[in-house]
Nanobody, 122 residues
Framework: QGQLVESGGGSVQAGGSLRLSCAVS????????MGWFRQRPGEERQFVAA????????HYADSVKGRFTISRDNAKNTVYLQMNSLKPEDTAVYYC???????????????WGQGTQVTVSS
């Protein structure tokens, strides 16, 4: 059974930065597109960013474009989300996920991590 394990969450003031990591084990990591999603209390899980298996293609939600960067290191079986210029509305639980194809849609991702909390204070 494969595992996706997120790390790097925490508390930061508005304008600060955090780098999330997602380590993947038990699967052929390099064959999967990887995505980051987030979920606020009482809301549905929403797309943040995704990267193709090769790392050549990326896609971002409009709300994070220019502030967040997704990347991957297939040699380390790890995907990253660099988050800069954080805002209070970025506060959420952040999840990484794996899919066969690059997608913005939650339902296209069958494999999920447990999530990591990001809290941005004003």
């Amino acid at each position: 059974q494969g595992q996706l394990v997120e790390s790097g969450g925490g508390s930061v003031q508005a304008g600060g930065s955090l780098r999330l990591s997602c380590a993947v084990s038990g699967r052929t990591f390099s064959s999967y597109a990887m995505g980051w999603f987030r979920q606020r209390p009482g809301e549905e899980r929403q797309f943040v960013a995704a990267v193709s298996w090769s790392g050549e293609s990326t896609h971002y939600a409009d709300s994070v474009k220019g502030r967040f960067t997704i990347s991957r290191d297939n040699a380390k079986n790890t995907v990253y989300l660099q988050m800069n210029s954080l805002k209070p509305e970025d506060t959420a639980v952040y999840y990484c996920a794996a899919a066969n194809l690059l997608s913005d849609y939650v339902r296209r991702y069958p494999y999920w991590g447990q999530g990591t909390q990001v809290t941005v204070s004003s």
